[in-house]
């Protein structure tokens, strides 16, 4: 029975770490990761996405779409911090998983990647639409795929232009690294339409000008659906809540033949010896499994200006310093997140004050300003959005009161030429009365 113990806190002791890292909310990088399969086959077809993953510090769990033993969480807690969907034909989920528990696994802040394909189900479809894009399988043809006469890849099949190569990126550095992808995305696969009141939704890949999504296999009767660069082949969604999600009408573009193949774009003279897919993919899962573009604000403090210790409350027209540190998750540690857009209000049912915050190139932002002559409950607000970045919004909250019957001043200088009035008109009935008095 002794024995037993010493193993099992033994055991304990090992986990813990790990434990403490998934659980822990000073590293918001995604540890646990489920991937949902149609085949088995796709985890070697696609591994060496998955090897960029663990040499990163995921733990990938496999699972089959429609194993009756999955579930996302038990007891109330959620068994995994992302969700990956390589399972395009899967016709419903198995276990407690259905696309109710996917939206709820997002809305509770966790993050998603769905990858599609041609004849995609109308599960993944609806998964899709939640997210906000507008699958073209929806309504229409579903053998139709993204074609390109014009932007197609001769590396592979000569004449496949279905076979696209894409380098229309997102021009945004939080997103896809600063590095620059040079080589052309190899693409196969379904286009997609974004929500046009969706804000939240991002085209990361699109498609050329001169594509246009179609059977292949068939002639053109009517016009296509989708055309041009409203195609996009790879979008992303960022949430209110900072979930983010990742859309790719391909799931060949994750795949090892197209990681590792050369790709010519027909029409140029330049031949890359390798895809951009890898450098492109790896990128833009950093960002996803918020190892790139995620920020907190931590010791938010206020005080008046030449004090240290922060008020229950402010006097009007009271001169005041306030101050912020902000943090970038640069996926091992937290470093200064410096920009020159942050911006404080001073907020009672509208602004009365809005000052963008200097800093010093370490983290901290401040400012000071004069407390406004109104009277009443205030509140300090940053509310900062940027494109790639998670969203932050602070709120403190602090009553501001007026002068007291004693703390105003006695003499008022603006009055002064009515004191003067009064007592000018004090002396001339003085010198009236007595000239009146005692003349002759």
């Known amino acids: 029975m002794r024995k037993f113990w010493v193993i099992f806190v033994a055991s304990i002791v090992t986990l813990l770490p790990f434990l403490s890292n998934s659980l822990s909310p000073e590293i918001p990088t995604d540890l646990r990761v489920l991937v949902l399969l149609d085949d088995f086959a ?18 990938l769990d496999f699972k089959l779409a429609d194993d009756p033993k999955i579930s996302l969480q038990r007891y109330g807690q959620y068994l995994y911090d992302a969700l990956i969907l390589f399972c395009p034909a899967a016709e419903r989920f198995g276990g407690s998983i259905d696309v109710a528990a996917i939206v709820n696994f997002i809305d509770s802040g966790h993050d998603l990647i769905i990858a599609a394909d041609v004849n995609t189900s109308d599960l993944i479809r609806e998964v899709a639409t939640e997210c906000g894009v507008f699958s073209d399988l929806m309504i229409h043809d579903p053998s139709a795929m993204v074609i390109d006469h014009t932007g197609y890849a001769v590396s592979e099949t000569e004449g496949d232009h279905t076979l696209i190569a894409s380098d229309d990126f997102i021009k945004s550095d939080v997103i896809l690294g600063s590095k620059k992808i040079t080589a052309p995305v190899l693409f ?60 790719s009408g391909s799931l060949s573009i994750f795949s090892n033949r197209f990681l590792r193949s050369g790709v010519q774009k027909v029409g140029s003279t330049t031949k890359n010896k390798k895809s951009g897919n890898e450098q492109f993919l790896t990128e833009l899962s ?50 200064p997140y410096v920009s020159d857009d942050v911006q ?45 970045y ?25 009055a002064y030429p009515y004191y003067g009035a009064a007592f000018s008109t004090m002396a001339g009935f003085f010198i009236f009365s007595f000239v009146h008095l005692y003349s002759k």
């Open 42 to 59: 796709i985890k070697s077809s696609h591994c060496s996405y998955f090897n960029s993953l663990r040499s990163r510090g995921f733990d």
């Open 188 to 247: 196969q696969g379904i286009g997609h339409s974004l929500n046009p009141v969706n804000s939240l939704v991002l085209k990361v890949l699109s498609a050329s000008p001169s594509a246009y999504s179609a059977n292949p296999k068939s002639k053109l009767s009517t016009p296509p659906s989708l055309m041009g660069s409203a195609i996009s082949l790879v979008s992303v969604v960022q949430a209110r809540n900072n979930a983010r999600i990742l859309i």
């Open 286 to 335: 950093k960002w996803v499994f918020h190892e790139r573009g995620h920020l907190k604000a931590v010791d938010v403090k206020h005080h008046k200006v030449g004090e240290t210790d922060e008020p229950a409350l402010y006097r009007i027209n009271d001169d005041l310093m306030f101050s912020v540190e902000i943090y970038e998750w640069s996926g091992s540690s937290w470093e």
């Open 344 to 388: 404080v209000q001073f907020y009672m049912m509208s602004p009365y004050i809005l000052k963008t915050l200097s800093n010093n190139k370490k983290g901290l932002y401040y400012t000071s300003f004069k407390v406004p002559d109104v009277y009443g409950v205030f509140q300090f607000k940053v509310e900062y959005q940027k494109l790639g």
């Open 390 to 414: 998670t969203s932050l919004s602070l709120a403190k909250q602090i009553p501001v009161r007026p002068y007291r019957h004693n703390e105003y001043e006695r003499f008022i200088p603006t």
